[in-house]
């Protein structure tokens, strides 16, 4: 967890937020593709994750940290924490780690977790999701200059009643 911890921090922790007033369905999008390309040179140069698959795999970890990134997002705007997110990261590489013991045989793109097969629910769950508009930052996540500007340093954050605190 230690691990996801610091992931969490990074993606949803300030990624995430900073990226937060642009609406959460956008911010989440980003993020994940931005997490998923993270991973690329990883998986082209020691086939992490995808070995033989080094340009289906990263197209697949894209769309798997993208479709990750929905779910982790509501999480955190919902929450108004990285932990749930953090737990939530921790326990898909649990059980990635689980599924990759159970299924060495099976093709990546293809088997649970980090392939279609596992990518399609979670894809699917994102994509509601997103259509039924739960993908909001939660009231006070949003930040915004202190001069009222949509430019320059953030530094007020606005509360429930839409008043600035600085």
Not at 34 to 61: D, E, K, Q, S
Not at 114 to 137: C, H, Q, S
Request: charged residues 10%; positive net charge; without cysteine.
């Amino acid at each position: 967890m230690i691990f996801t911890l610091g992931e969490e921090f990074g993606w949803r922790g300030y990624l995430l937020m900073r990226l937060a007033p642009l609406g959460g369905v956008r911010a989440a999008l980003i993020t994940g593709v931005i997490w998923g390309l993270w991973h690329a040179p990883l998986i082209v140069l020691a086939g992490y994750n995808y070995p033989g698959h080094p340009w289906l795999g990263i197209l697949m970890i894209v769309v798997f940290t993208t479709s990750l990134s929905f779910i982790f997002a509501w999480l955190r705007f919902r929450s108004g924490s990285v932990w749930p997110s953090t737990l939530a990261h921790a326990a898909v590489n649990g059980q990635a780690g689980f599924a990759t013991i159970l299924l060495s045989h099976a093709d990546s793109l293809i088997a649970a977790p980090i392939g279609i097969i596992g990518v399609l629910p979670m894809l699917a769950f994102g994509i509601w999701l997103a259509a039924t508009g739960r993908l909001k930052p939660g009231p006070g996540q949003l930040r915004r200059p202190v001069d009222g500007s949509e430019r320059g340093p953030t530094a007020s954050v606005i509360d429930q009643s839409g008043a600035t605190n600085q």
